[in-house]
């Protein structure tokens, strides 16, 4: 299994100088609204070979920079490769203009929206899912009935929790779809999110740089670490501030 590395022993070799530097974001970047320790050097010293790879299911790209931005942190939108963000954009050039029941933040609706698809819970043809702190037992409601019927589910990730600031686990999208399918268990969902490697093939694509000339910071060896080895990529894993450990728990879609 890999070690785990603290970042100022990553920045002290020769990995950050590859074509491309990969980092997932919370756990590894931020925990919530604090930027981890070595952070600002990683960005300095990789500049424009940064790319975020996430599974973020709340912010736009765009969103998430400015965010990023207030936090001291300059990523630009174009060099990231979030997991809502990618559902949406890949739902739109495979179904353009289909009905969404659309589980969401307000920033995903609004990209869903601009994208041409038509969020709606009466008629829909399919469901997305995403990471929604909004979410009530009404939404559980709908979603389940929906999974009941047969409805195509898309997950935005599958990740039951992250890492809140303190270690503390968070909720994620998962635990959202677990809560359903503990009353729909026969139901089904697909992800493009990691441990897929989907988000790492669009980033070394957006890139233009080949897996062997790229490396990939994660905190995670069951998302992040499985995505990397499915796209080719050498996997460093990132010891968490304080020596906090979490196994990631996802669920089976």
């Known amino acids: 299994m890999t070690q785990p590395v603290g970042l100022s022993e990553f920045l002290s070799g020769p990995l950050p ?56 942190l300059a990523v630009a939108a174009e060099r990231m490769v979030l997991a809502g963000e990618e559902t949406l954009r890949n739902l739109q050039r495979r179904r ?27 008629q829909p043809e399919l469901v997305l899912l995403a990471r929604d702190t909004g979410f009530n037992f009404a939404d559980l409601t709908e979603l389940t009935a929906m999974a009941a019927r047969g409805l195509p589910v898309l997950l935005s990730n599958p990740d039951t929790f992250h890492p809140g600031p303190d270690g503390t686990p968070r909720p994620e999208t998962g635990a959202l779809w677990a809560a359903a399918r503990a009353a729909v268990p026969a139901a089904t969902a697909s992800s493009l999110a990691k441990p ?23 905190d995670t060896p ?9 796209a080719g990529v050498e996997f460093v894993l990132l010891a968490r501030p304080g020596g906090v450990t979490l196994a990631q728990e996802i669920v089976t879609c």
């Open 96 to 122: 353009p203009g289909a009905r969404v029941a659309l589980f969401a933040a307000p920033p995903l609706v609004t990209l869903a929206r601009k994208l041409g698809l038509v969020p709606d819970r009466a």
């Open 222 to 230: 069951e998302t992040d670490g499985r995505a990397a080895a499915a």
């Open 17 to 72: 100088e590859r074509a491309a530097v990969l980092a997932d974001l919370d756990g590894c970047l931020i925990a919530g609204d604090r930027v981890l320790p070595g952070v600002p050097e990683l960005i300095e010293r990789c500049g424009e070979r940064l790319w975020v790879v996430s599974n973020n299911s709340t912010d736009t790209a765009e969103h998430l920079s400015a965010r990023l931005g207030m936090m001291g």
């Open 196 to 218: 897929a490697p989907d988000l790492v093939h669009a980033a070394l694509s957006r890139a233009g740089v080949a897996p062997g000339a790229a490396v990939f910071l994660g």
